[in-house]
Structure formats: structure tokens, C-alpha cells
């Protein structure tokens, strides 16, 4: 399978733990995004990057959570001190970009969060 | 920021009939995207539609990007009911160099067979 692959699908952790996602994009696609989904809502943006870049911040993302990708290639998204409410899922898409701005984001199959 | 009104949010239908969805916004988009979500699953992109106008079909799916560019409608035909699921709408805008979408809260739809 070639698609967005993201892991683990599934974390339960306590309030104040330090949790960390993995998302593998599509091989030639050098635009990798971070959404956050909760429930009864559509995704909402996060932040993403060009290859190693990470180029847009949402006012989403505080200064608790922290996205890196280091080769241009896999991305993590760290929460740290999770709180109750980053439970969501969090989601990860990737595109490739020529020299128009505009293209369809392809989705992993997500990342459920649950902080009791 | 922008935001995207989808409506209707829920819909209960006979298996056989046609679906209509839609979408409007405040802001203009240079792209609109479907995408069909499962329980427990990420989006799955449906349609995509790069220009105002654009009328585009995937098999029983017809989507069409509006005119002002900010809106866009998707009909589903003779649902089955294997299209149970959550369909967003997702405008795309380009700008300074930046592109992301954002994302309806969804229509729901349930399929009576």
C-alpha cells in the first residue's frame, strides 16, 4: 500500500503524558499537513511543511505541541503535558506540488487520542 | 478565518434515491474538494474542482464548483448503501506561497436500504 500511513491508529494515555504520532506520506510528495478532527467537526489545519520545512503554524497548535520532519520524508507530532481536551484525532495528508498552489491533499487513516 | 457552511448537516434517504449536498462560504476558493469519511477512518477524496464552473462526475458522483467560487454542490444518484458515511467539502486557497484546505463540519448520510 502506497498511501499516507500513520501510526500508531490508537493512543490512550493520562493527562500530563507526552505523546507522539508518525505519519509516512506518499513517497514523491513533498507537502506534508497535520489536521486535528473532533468529533460532530470537519479537520482542521494545524500546520505543515514543504520537504523539511515547516512553512505555516495554525493558532491551533500551542506551544504544547511541537511537529518536526527532519529528512523531508516521515513527520511526528508531539503533544506534551496532553490535556483532555487534545483528545481528537489527529490526521495526516500529503501532495506533491509542481508550480501551482492548488491540488488534492490525500489523507491517512489517522491517529485517535484519547487523554483520561 | 474562513469558514465553510455545509448543509444539509444530516440525511436519512430511501436506498435508490439521488442525494444533493452543499456548500457555501464567505471567502472565495480556487479549489474545491469532496471527500467521504468512514467511522474511524481518515477522508477519502471523492472529487476535486479546479475552476469556477467545472462541472465533474466519478461514477454516480457529480460535483460542481460555483460560479462565484464560493460555493459547490455534490449529488450522489441511486444511492446504495454502502454510500453511508460523512461527506465534507473542502476549499482550497493559494496564497503568499501557502495552500490548505478548510474543511465543512459534514453531511451526514444514512441509507435505508
Known amino acids: 500500500d502506497t498511501g499516507v500511513s500513520q501510526n500508531p491508529r490508537h493512543k490512550i494515555t493520562k493527562r500530563g503524558q507526552n505523546v507522539t504520532f508518525r505519519c509516512d506520506p506518499i513517497s514523491e510528495h513533498n507537502r506534508l499537513y497535520w489536521y486535528r478532527q473532533t468529533l460532530g467537526q470537519g479537520p482542521e489545519f494545524l500546520t505543515y511543511?514543504?520537504?523539511?520545512?515547516?512553512?505555516?503554524k495554525s493558532r491551533l497548535l500551542s506551544d504544547r505541541f511541537s511537529a518536526e520532519r527532519p529528512k523531508g520524508s516521515f513527520s511526528t507530532l508531539e503533544i506534551q503535558r496532553t490535556e483532555q481536551g487534545d483528545s481528537a484525532m489527529y490526521l495526516c495528508?500529503?501532495?506533491?506540488?509542481?508550480?501551482?498552489?492548488?491540488?488534492?491533499?490525500?489523507f491517512g487513516e489517522g491517529s485517535r487520542l484519547t487523554v483520561l | 478565518g474562513q469558514q465553510l457552511n455545509q448543509s444539509p448537516q444530516s440525511m436519512f434517504i430511501q436506498e435508490g434515491e439521488d442525494v444533493s449536498m452543499n456548500c457555501t462560504s464567505s471567502s472565495i476558493f480556487n479549489t474545491w474538494l469532496w471527500y467521504k469519511q468512514d467511522p474511524g477512518e481518515g477522508p477519502v477524496l471523492l472529487i476535486a474542482l479546479y475552476k469556477a464552473g467545472e462541472l465533474t462526475s466519478n461514477g454516480r458522483l457529480t460535483a460542481q464548483f460555483g460560479i462565484t467560487r464560493k460555493d459547490s454542490f455534490l449529488n450522489i444518484s441511486a444511492s446504495i448503501p454502502s454510500d453511508v458515511g460523512i461527506y465534507f467539502c473542502a476549499g482550497g486557497y493559494s496564497g503568499a506561497g501557502s495552500y490548505q484546505l478548510t474543511f465543512g463540519k459534514g453531511t451526514k448520510l444514512s441509507v435505508i436500504p
Open positions: 495528508a500529503s501532495r506533491y506540488t509542481l508550480a501551482t498552489n492548488t491540488g488534492e491533499l490525500f
Open positions: 511543511f514543504q520537504n523539511e520545512a515547516q512553512l505555516e
